[in-house]
């Protein structure tokens, strides 16, 4: 799959089979630039397309200029971590107008888009068997397996109770409308799919952009966990832990930018990119958030990350040479920049802005500039700037904080918990946790480890809404201090979003809207 994009499987309306959503009549013919199910499935090659077709709706539109929808780093301007001021993703929509059946951007996209993968994904599953036989079979089903529950758990928890859809859609009548299954429906489906994945997939460590075992194991991982199934979910992270086909990467920032990305055994999935031929919607990492900071780190945020020796912030912060913010955990450096900061600092820009300064080149007075994702050889990233960053969607010391909250909260603070979380913690020199920890402690511990080691990589908002903390952080939160009038919006409802209205609207009366919208 070295070209992830040069084939996109769209069969005659597969998009929107299953939400009923096909003009009469477009069923009738065969598109000249699309493939019919009645020339394809012939032979071994056509299976090789249409899998790659599957992986090929990583790359779909998030719904913005600029934004895709697996480009993670947008869905921290949902949270208290960064302020988009450009709304990539709907982000800043929704905490400062709050979210409605007609919201865009991944409220509706996340939706409509999960529905058209699952849709071709079962298409594939339904017909894969006439070209394939044996351990290839096996191995080709297990990834699409793998990519439905991908696309479910999305689906499950984003929306919750949500529509369940299995069949080939060439099978079912497109003027059909469907209700919702409940959320616990949907996700026992995401455990059945990822235990099929976890079956047939190779146990080998991540690297081409195919899904393995790992991979499916660390999905299962996180739905245990967001069902509070902690027992399971710590003991499917031990899988992982004791199976050596992941370690953290040594350059924790090498994480997110080519080449190291290409050497790290750290990512177990990401979305795969390749200059020149396989590129960032519209503009390149680099000047999204580099260049133009569609993305800036909040002063909450930044007040997270403690002092290198581990003590109190407050009292162990130090200044050198009258400039704030030294002798912090590591990570904070690699994750944003700061004012004065130059090329000794990573700094990318030269001339005029060669010293880094709020109020200039749209950075925001209040907030942070963005560092991570940003590869140093760069210089003076604009618009013609080529970058090929992988967006990482799964990494090994997610597992590794995955296992010490499940275990936490499933035996308390053993020692394996606190190997754990030490293992992240020093891999960016960080000092090991103090001793005598209780449960209650330590997940406040976890919860901070979390916040500071995935900042600016979309995880925040998701780990609010499971922890159940979302209203409490982002209801009334002040993304800007130098602006504390200006407070977010985050209502217990949207705790699951609606469904968007134009499926409602498509699949009346079955399909009804989630409540409170």
């Known amino acids: 799959m070295k070209q992830y994009r040069k084939y996109l499987i769209i069969l005659p309306c597969i998009a929107a089979l299953l939400l009923g959503a096909c003009k009469k009549g477009l069923l009738d013919v065969m598109p000249p630039d699309k493939l019919s199910s009645s020339v394809f499935w012939k032979t071994e090659a056509d299976a090789d397309l249409a899998l790659t077709g599957l992986y090929n709706y990583l790359y779909q539109s998030g719904g913005g200029y600029a934004t895709s929808m697996y480009e993670i780093f947008a869905w921290d301007n949902f949270s208290d971590d960064s302020y988009g001021q450009y709304n990539y993703g709907g982000g800043q929509s929704a905490l400062s107008s709050g979210i409605t059946p007609q919201s865009g951007d991944f409220v509706y996209n996340y939706y409509a888009n999960s529905y058209k993968a699952i849709a071709a994904i079962n298409s594939f599953l339904a017909n894969v ?107 499917l992270a031990k899988q992982i832990m004791t199976g050596n086909k992941h370690s953290l990467y040594a350059n924790y920032a090498g994480n997110f930018y080519k080449p190291d990305q290409n050497n790290s055994k750290e990512i177990m999935f990401s979305v795969k990119f390749q200059r020149p031929n396989v590129l960032h919607q519209d503009v390149a990492v680099a000047v999204q958030l580099h260049r133009w900071k569609g993305e800036l780190g909040t002063q909450d945020l930044i007040n997270e990350y403690e002092a290198a020796d581990g003590k109190d912030t407050a009292s162990s912060a130090v200044y050198v040479k009258g400039r704030p913010y030294e002798n912090r955990d590591p990570r904070m450096r690699m994750t944003f920049f700061f004012p004065g900061d130059t090329k000794a600092q990573g700094w990318p820009f030269t001339g005029a802005l060669s010293v880094a300064t709020p109020g200039k080149d749209s950075w925001i007075v209040g907030f942070y500039a963005v560092k991570k994702w940003l590869d140093p050889s760069l210089v003076d990233p604009d618009y013609g700037t080529i970058d090929d960053n992988d967006f990482v969607l799964l990494r090994y010391a997610d597992v590794l904080l995955m296992f010490a909250e499940a275990q936490n909260e499933a035996a308390g603070p053993d020692a394996d918990v606190y190997a754990a979380v030490n293992l992240v913690r020093a891999r960016s020199n960080m000092p090991g946790l103090p001793a005598g920890l209780g449960k209650d402690a330590m997940r406040s511990r976890i919860r901070h480890e979390r916040r500071v080691e995935f900042a600016l990589e979309g995880l925040r908002y998701f780990d609010l809404r499971r922890w159940g903390i979302a209203g409490q952080k982002l209801n009334g939160f002040v993304q800007n201090p130098l602006q504390p009038t200006i407070k977010t919006k985050y209502e217990a409802h949207y705790d699951m979003w609606p469904i968007p209205q134009t499926e409602i609207d498509r699949n009346a009366p079955a399909l009804i809207q989630n409540p409170d919208y």
């Open 129 to 235: 068997e006439k070209v394939l036989s044996g351990d290839k079979l096996a191995r080709y089903k297990g990834e699409a397996y793998f990519l439905r529950a991908f696309n479910y758990f999305w689906l499950a928890q984003l929306y919750g109770n949500t529509v369940l859809f299995l069949e080939d859609p060439f099978q079912v009548e497109y003027t059909a409308v469907k209700a919702k299954s409940p959320r616990a429906d949907v996700l026992k489906q995401v455990e059945t799919d990822l235990d099929a994945a976890i079956a047939s997939l190779p146990d080998v460590a991540y690297g081409d952009g195919h899904a393995t075992k790992a991979t499916a194991q660390g999905y299962k991982v996180r739905v245990l966990l967001f069902q509070k199934k902690y027992a399971e979910a710590a003991a």
